[in-house]
């Protein structure tokens, strides 16, 4: 199977791109409109969400609860539909409600100011400027519509494989182009992409059925899906509706088992390897549990690559095994450790659920960038099949583009294990802070006619300037002293 997501800009013949591509690869044709459509049948109310879109952020919070609902809605109806056969989705930022799945071609049609003008022109009668005008109200429309639902720039390129301009190429070369690309096997699903939407589908369906029923439908929930067990998180606030949840997803039959966490924000924990022992994670367990945080596990298995699981599958098929059975073992063989993890964070009353990410660890910033309850992105164990000084490079490459993508604060297990880690130089820095801290205060005491009298003294320019270079270096020398033993002092206790 596969799937290709066409992102456009209105008026450059997207819709006649998509429907050629469909047509020619032999694939199922949906717009936006296909799946708004289903989704006003379920009773969502599409008019109140587009007029609410184009409000002051500040004025939209009674709606927040219809938007997710929107979301997670029109996201399972695409799922759903993805699992079932091959497709092309066609809307306005379709691409963001995939963002987490491997293996999808997602396109960008894009195309100058003047081509699209000829293309109103030609449809409408409008004149040039009156194109012009139509043009920029539903650019800004669409503009509010995608930020209100995604919370993110539609037009940043890190979330498409390919951008065509197709006033250029125009839409024979387009179509072909794409239509090469959805052929290539990166773009082929695999066993990873089939379990990764299964875990999509199965969370937005929860989120939606939580959004949907009276008894919940107040709470603001963030919810999590892997191997069938499903885990819902909500702030303290809406503790009551959380209560509810066992019991309102109880009718999904997919559901295994339902855990619920209380917490004021979220914790990303991300690594190829999950070990409960380590005292990165043990850190970890210990500093949400502290500030009521929950811990959610992102796995980015090693073995995610093609090559890596092509040659699992053929392993797998000489042995005569059913391959789909055989490689979700294989999978679940190699993060025994995250089970482990995932109870540990239970009986701690701060577990966020789990994540598997089949895709290149880069491209997990667009999968990223949309989550606004993180407060903090811990790297765990990656690339650990590579030699040390790689590694090393690879994990620092990885944080510098973490740190300037996504909104939370990014840090490596080891630099929170030795943030709050008491050891022997940890007791000696504080005890010479705190040495000089003092030491500071005995002399200005001790010395504080002298000082008083050298301040007051006007007789020449050369005091005036010499008093003011001593209070600009002793007065920051003395809170930079200070400062840092009361930092460590409060870090043991873990109050800082």
Known sequence: MAVITISRQTFIGGQELGEQVA?????????????????????????????????????????????DRYVACITMLLCEKALKENIVYN?????????GIPNILRINVIADMEYRVRSIRKRFGYSRMEARKYIK?????????VRFLYLVDWH???YYDISINIGRMGLERATDTVCKMGMQSEYQFT?????????LYLASKAHFVLASDERTREGRFTVNADDNVVQVTSQPRFADCLKQVPEVLAGIEEIREVYTTEAFDTVLYVGERFDPRSSGFSTTVAMARERQWAVELVSLPAAANDEELLHVCKEIKQDGQNTDVAVEKHFKEQDVGIHLCLEVLRKAGCSGGSNHFYDAPRALIRALQRRVDCKLLIIGALFMEKPLIIRKRMRAELKKLFTEHLRCAVVE????????????????QTVIWFLLSVGILFGVHEFQTEIASFFTNDTDMYHHFLAIVIVLVITPLFAYCYGSFTQQVLRWFNLD
Request: glycine residues 8%; proline residues 4%; contains cysteine.
């Open 137 to 145: 109200k539903i650019d800004e429309e669409r503009e509010h519509w």
């Open 191 to 199: 066993d990873c992409t089939v379990h990764s939407l299964r875990n």
């Open 91 to 99: 809307g306005h930022a379709g691409h963001m409600l995939l963002l």
């Open 413 to 428: 297990a080891d630099e929170l294990e030795e943030f709050f880690a008491v050891k022997g130089y940890h007791i000696l």
């Open 156 to 158: 940043n390129p890190i």
């Open 23 to 67: 047509k020619r690869l032999g694939y199922r044709y949906y717009t936006r409109e296909d799946l708004i459509a289903e989704a006003a049948r379920k009773g969502l109310p599409i008019s109140m969400l587009e007029e609410a879109a184009s409000k002051p952020p500040g004025l939209i919070e009674d709606i927040q609860g219809e938007r």
